[in-house]
């Protein structure tokens, strides 16, 4: 399976595989919180998961992070 993510995405989800919260999330990138919000939904649906922990799972496995 191939999962094409952008440089955005992969930031953003550096930061969920390091346990930080939507908000920190946020914070720490300079977006809103519903910004991150849409992102993570959509890494959701292209990694075809249903949790955060299912998504880095697939993430690692992928090698994507």
């Known amino acids: 399976?191939?999962?094409?993510?952008?440089?955005?995405?992969?930031?953003?989800?550096?930061?969920?595989?390091?346990?930080?919260?939507?908000?920190?999330?946020?914070?720490?990138?300079?977006?809103s919180a519903e910004t991150v919000k849409w992102y993570r939904k959509q890494m959701l649906t292209k990694f075809g998961a249903n949790t955060s922990a299912e998504m880095i799972r697939m993430a690692i496995e992928n090698k994507i992070i």
């Open 1 to 31: 399976m191939e999962i094409t993510l952008t440089k955005r995405e992969i930031s953003i989800l550096k930061e969920v595989a390091n346990g930080l919260t939507t908000p920190q999330i946020a914070a720490a990138l300079g977006l």
